[in-house]
């Protein structure tokens, strides 16, 4: 082992947020600066048991002929090294924990907003379904190419309103067919529940390839 291998390699926790396996990489940095640090120990133990503040000369002053000072002192500075490599670990184990402990109450706060959200926007939809026009035709079938296939009208649309003719004055599909006869050539504004949403189209009643002058067949709703 070399007084360089001990020294611990930059924290790029400053530049991005701290993963579950940067801390697993923090965590096995932190066993083996241990593991060094116990056979430092472990070297020092082999030179008569001398620890960290054992003199090394002798009563006279000399240097201690009974152990190796050069291995004593590399063992003593590597452990003071790794020592401080395993504190600086340490703390960034517990900035790493701290980072992923506040994004994960951040997440939760997320998911929290958008349930409640989703919640709110689905009790709103439902109003909105409540709050919506009745309906008092429903178209059942449409020729292609025909004028009301032209306009977006689609099998299954139920009819609020035909120009002028509303769930108020309905009483007939006859009121539906003189509004058509009396404006062949000219925009209507029609008005349909298609899949719980309503949905505003310009229907010209016009002569073309087909009979009539839509193209499609309206039947009345029973309510």
Same mark, same amino acid.
């Given at each position: ?12 926790? $400053? ?5 579950v396996?940067?801390?697993?990489e923090?965590?096995?940095r932190?066993e ?27 009563? #006279? ?8 000072l ?10 003071i ?20 402990h506040?994004r994960?109450? #951040? ?10 959200q ?12 409540h ?5 008092f ?8 190419g025909?004028p009301?296939?032209?306009? $977006? ?7 609020v309103?035909? /120009?002028?003719?509303?769930?108020q004055?309905?009483q007939?599909?006859?009121?539906i ?18 899949? $719980?949403e309503?949905h ?5 009643p016009?002569?073309?390839? $087909?009979? /009539? ?11």
């Open positions: 082992m070399s007084d360089k291998e001990a020294s611990p390699s930059q924290d790029s926790s $400053g530049a991005r947020a701290a993963t396996s940067d801390i697993h923090l965590m096995r932190k083996e600066i241990e593991a060094q640090i116990k056979a430092n120990y472990d070297v020092l133990e082999g030179q008569k048991g001398i620890g960290m503040d054992e003199p090394l000369v002798d009563c #006279e002053g000399y240097p201690r002929a009974d152990v190796d050069y291995q004593v002192r590399r063992a003593r500075h590597n452990i090294c790794l020592q401080n490599d395993h504190k600086a670990v340490m703390k960034q184990v517990e900035e790493a924990l701290h980072q992923l506040a994960d109450k #951040e997440k939760q706060a997320r998911d929290m907003a958008e349930a409640h989703e919640a709110m926007s689905h009790r709103l939809g439902q109003s909105d379904s709050s919506l026009p009745q309906a035709a429903k178209v059942n079938s449409i020729s292609p025909s009301a296939s032209t306009a $977006g009208l689609q099998v299954d649309d139920e009819i309103e035909f /120009g002028s003719v509303n769930p004055n309905f007939s599909l006859h009121n067919s003189s509004v058509v006869q009396h404006s062949e050539g000219k925009p209507l504004n029609v008005t349909v529940i298609r899949r $719980g309503k505003q189209l310009r229907l010209v016009t002569r073309w390839t $087909g009979r /009539g002058l839509l193209g499609c067949n309206i039947i009345p709703l029973q309510r």
